[in-house]
């Protein structure tokens, strides 16, 4: 089967592979149908080391179920399915309490002899604990919307629940990707009376202020710090989305929550150190967040994009087909696009 391969920085490659099979019992073979770039992909394809043997990439797809093993019991052939970033058993005490992503049994698409999910197809390990059935077809209009429950709608929500949003909350939005943008519709939906996204990127801040975004701040460091004050009358705000990871917009998030405000990071970090740490203690900050545990989520997601209320594939700003796939990650790295959706 086709799929694809990261060598090192900048050298993306889909090329044929050992085709994807069930080889324990609690395996189901899904056949991709949609999957896409992720903006943490891009730091590999930016730093990544040369690896003789390549990286199998890809971690967010949908897709039909064609096989399972014996040990299957929630899912079915003919299925469509969704599969989080992260596969997990669901029943280590860790999935019970919310955190899939820290599962005893789970891991990482792509990593050792795991399929990454920009390819035709994946062995999903865990079966059970990992895949959503869908009640639509494989070519369902909401495909786009119902594709980021996988990651990025996930992470955006997490970052609001880590930041506290509550109703009637003041909120500020660091970062104009696909995960801020995410970030700003999970805001709006629990009921953030204003949304401050940080972007300087028309396109994106537009799409922004169509999810719910009430003001738009484009200046950067200092002066961002102080045009967010000027709309909180000087008080900053109750909760902050860090969506970028690097350590200017981690400081910047610190210094525009106010007193006794939150911090949610999900922006895989650039740095070693938490800028700014003195400061926030003075203040009471909370920081919290880190990897999304988008399958604890993604039922309480999914209505709302089934039923329309929320439509977050409107992110999705290019298509390409399984072969286009490296000029994907190109488009994406030069702010052509701000997230490539492919239909293999």
């Known amino acids: ?37 992720c903006g943490s992909d891009l730091w590999p394809y930016r730093t990544m080391e040369a690896e003789p043997d390549g990286r199998r990439m890809g971690h967010e797809f949908i897709g039909v179920v064609e096989d399972i093993g014996p040990e299957v019991a929630s899912i079915a052939r003919g299925d469509v399915v969704v599969a989080p970033f992260v596969f997990s058993d669901g029943t280590c005490e860790f999935c019970t309490e919310g955190l899939p992503t820290s599962c005893r049994h789970g891991g990482f698409w792509g990593v050792g002899d795991v399929d990454g999910g920009q390819g035709e197809a994946v062995r999903v390990p865990l079966a059970d604990g990992t895949l959503v059935a869908l009640p639509v077809g494989e070519d369902d209009a909401l495909m786009p919307s119902l594709l980021t429950l996988s990651d990025v709608f996930a992470t955006g929500h997490h970052a609001a629940e880590s930041a506290r949003v509550r109703e009637g909350a003041t909120v500020a939005v660091v970062g104009d990707g696909a995960v801020g943008l995410c970030g700003v519709l999970a805001a709006h939906r629990l009921g953030a009376e204003q949304i401050i996204i940080l972007g300087r990127h028309r396109a994106r801040t537009d799409i922004a202020q169509d999810f719910g975004a009430t003001d738009v701040v484009a200046e950067r460091g200092g002066e961002a710090v102080e045009r967010v004050h000027e709309l909180t009358g000087g008080a900053g705000v109750h909760s902050v989305l860090e969506c970028v990871g690097l350590e200017e917009a981690f400081g910047t998030a610190l210094r525009i929550a106010r007193p006794g405000g939150a911090v949610g990071r999900v922006g895989v970090p650039q740095y070693d150190a938490l800028p700014g740490a003195q400061s926030s203690f003075l203040r009471n900050v909370t920081v919290s967040g880190g990897i999304a545990p988008a399958r604890a989520y993604i039922r309480e997601l999914l209505p709302d994009v089934l039923e329309g209320r ?35």
């Open 1 to 37: 089967m086709r799929a694809t391969v990261m060598y090192q920085a900048g050298d993306v490659r889909v090329q044929d592979v050992p085709d994807a099979r069930i080889r324990e019992p609690t395996d189901a073979l899904v056949r991709v149908t949609r999957a896409c770039v």
């Open 310 to 344: 929320l439509e977050p594939g409107r992110v999705f700003d290019r298509t390409v087909g399984l072969e286009g796939v490296p000029d994907g990650y190109r488009a994406m790295e030069d702010r052509e696009a701000i997230k490539v959706l492919i239909q293999p």
